[in-house]
């Protein structure tokens, strides 16, 4: 039976600093693809729906390909020649958790089918009134295996079995060995049927459905599966009068000539494998080429691109660190695995492209590891006995972002507001956000509105000063709270607050209200844990409640609560966390908190963008500049589907560093690689948040870093700042006069594109395409922008940006890629470059951020003229 195994380690102290990670994984899954000639057509070329080819061929021990009928010869998806596509195992997994921070470990292999054997390849021109029939003969057949009522389309159906069984390895179990294991059967052999299915979605996209059943185990001595010639033969067809009446079910259904005996129940006997025990790993394995990038997998913040990697899609913290040093060190020691790694991410999606062309992402929320560490294969390991996805057509990439966003969502557009100046993230109450207007304006800074995540009031633990986890403003440290947004909406500022999905206890707060966490007790829509309690969820200084999404009173309630925010004038907020919902939950709706916990930050953000939308229907009868008063909120979880009901994301919480995997660089990596996965509207806090003080370990934001994430921010979306988590330790916009005039200068630079980035924000809503653009977008077949991290990035398709991230830097490399017609103008010196494929070094000062537009370009030429009317240039 396969265990699951959660371990908790939530107050451990003093934590290995080099904890293992997600690679402690089953190593890749290698078998044999067999062929029922008998069935079977040495080669055929198959429809699936009306844009798509399936081409099947026995050659090199067959092999499957797909194509789109607008280039035939251009394979899209493909299986590898004699290899099984697809493999399934029944093993133990172990997860650790820690404070948001999760680890999931294979662990005993009880059982692996690695082999698979092709029965049949058919196209289904079915018929909806079979629909109920094919459920009703296949019990195991999921309902989502039927094709979708309003898709018509042929669909392609193979079937065949998976086969092989192995006893525990239990040297890899130990070692965690990372080596090409081909499985071999000791004792009975096992068999389990699979289900293929490929159907059209859209013009552009194949949806495909895999099902592996439970096992059945039959005698050694009775079947021995051979692979001459790439052909079994072994299996009988049996005709009927059922295959005459049923049609699809009986392929489905039909015998397959493997009979299970009672020699077997002897063979068994070793084995603790109940027969009724499922599948709870589905591997799929396809061709890849050598030289192929892979982009993509939501927001990552080490790498563009993939190949070589095995990448985990957890939704978890992203960790202190990342693996720089020596704060990852640090960070382990204290709290377990709190420094994270590479792969560690806020906002993961199954789904990537690749510089080939080829697009594939997995619908559903179950735990997935792409790995792809084989230069000729993409292995994909699911945790789960199925699996559906899509395959993607497209010419270029911004093609494939388009039809990838046309089905999982697209965000709105933004308000205008919130992309107009500044968003100013401070704290301290009433006077202190009044004393700081008054300075901004002596400075001139282009103001948009005040984010103040103060506003529910602070507390002192044993780690300083944190906020109060119960979402009403405390009107002691914001006296005349709506006197302040009043006057500060006078000048056209909005007021923008805070808020996340947990509740703390409240009894000890003095000037509360109401007390959020005994309400949601009280209606019973907190988590829960094996016992039936609220789950107390570990957080810094003090244990806090989740609310459990999946409960239909959820929902309603805390969104009065986000009302009551809002008629007092508030215009937006950030909906932080969503990321750590606890594996052992126990949730309303019943479901596996495994794949819910992936699934949660997507009805986080549903839930507030229900309020928005709920929101502005009321209002329009009201007012007449609907964008003027729109509201927003911003999230940092995220999953595949993200997009859809969010409106505008932030990374997160960076280090006040200059380091590549926590730092000002993965902030651009994060940005790039989220604008590919459908996330177009994301951005930093500038100067980024995790402040260290330890007296051994420091890491404090100094103003050079501060001022230069000024430069690389305004050229993002959205101008946002915040303190930091140690507002004293850090160099803050309002520290001096050089900090508050580089601040103005930078928000001006920022406001001078504003009429280019409301272009960007529509463009967006209508084809998914991010405001700020990784190199390979546009010039997919330059090869040397394939190897850009965060060296410098596009703002559409017309300003080139090459930042300082390095400390005491005045210098940038900027390369002009091939494939570009137009010249590059760099903004400050006038001096063009027209050479395509050179590089060149560009002098970049504190203020004069190396940033070139197009030459003749009508966007570049407005740009300059903003920033001459603004005084910048």
Known sequence: MAILKITKKHHKRFNNPFPSSASTTIPHVQGSLFINSKTLPSDQIFSIGNDFHLSWTSNNGGHLSISHISNANRTIWSSIPGHAFVSAAMVDTEVEESRGSFLIKDRDVNLVCNNQIIDDIRVINHQLELEHEVIAETSSLDQKMVPEEENQLPTLLITGRLFNMTKKNRRFQKHGIQANIQFEAKGPSVYARYWVLFNQKTDHQVGFQVKVEKPNFISKKQVSPTASGGAYLGFKRRLSNRKKKLGWCWYLSRPRGFVLVSSVEEELGNLDIPKSEEFNRVWLTYASDENERFYGFGEQFSHMNFKGKRVPIFVQEQGIGRGDQPITLAANLVSYRAGGDWSTTYAPSPFYMTSKMRSVYLEGYDYTIFDLTRLD???????????????????SPCELIEHFTETI??????????????????????????????????????????????????????????????????????????????????????????????????????????????????????????KGNPYMVPNTAFDVGMLDLTHPKTATWFKQILLEMVDDGVRGWMADFGEGLPVDAVLYSGEDPISAHNRYPELWAKINRELVEEWKGKSLDKVKEDQEVSLVFFMRAGFRDSP?????????????????????????????????????????????????????????????????????????????????????????????????????????????????????VKEAAQKGLPVCRHLFLHYPNDEHVHHFTYQQFLVGSEFLMVPVLDKGKKKVKAYFPLGESSSWLHIWTGKIFSKQGSEAWIEAPIGYPAVFVKVGSLIGETFLNNLVSLGIL
């Open 409 to 530: 969502g697209r965000l709105p557009e933004l308000p205008e507001w919130i992309i107009s100046g500044a968003i100013v993230g401070m704290q301290g109450g009433t006077d202190a956000v009044r004393d700081t207007w008054d300075e901004l304006r002596a400075y001139d800074v282009p103001v948009s509105a005040f984010w103040l995540q103060d506003w529910v009031g602070q507390r002192e633990t044993f780690i300083g000063s944190q906020l109060w986890w119960n979402w009403e403003v405390d009107e002691q440290r914001y006296w005349g709270w709506k006197e302040l947004i009043k006057d500060l909406s006078a000048q056209n500022i909005k007021v923008m607050t805070y808020c996340n999905p947990c509740l703390a206890p409240a009894d000890e707060k003095p000037n509360k209200k109401r007390n959020l966490f005994e309400e949601a007790k009280q209606l019973d829509i907190l988590v829960k844990d094996s």
């Open 377 to 395: 294969r993409v292995q994909i390991q699911i945790h789960g006995n199925s699996v559906e996805g899509r395959i993607l057509h497209g010419n």
């Open 644 to 760: 859809k009901w969010g409106m505008l994301f932030w990374e997160g919480d960076q280090m006040v560093s200059w380091q590549a995997n926590d730092g000002i660089k993965s902030s651009v990596v994060g940005l790039l690689s989220s604008g590919i996965s459908g996330y177009a509207f994301n951005h930093s806090d500038i100067g980024g948040y995790c402040t260290v003080n330890l007296p051994i370990v420091k890491y404090r934001r100094s103003q050079e870093l501060l001022l230069r994430w000024m430069e690389l921010n305004s050229f993002t979306p959205v101008f946002r700042t915040h303190e930091g988590n140690k507002p004293a330790c850090n160099s803050q916009f309002y520290s001096s006069k050089q900090t508050l005039s580089h601040f103005a200068r930078t928000a001006k630079i920022y406001a001078a594109w504003k009429f280019y980035r409301i272009q960007l």
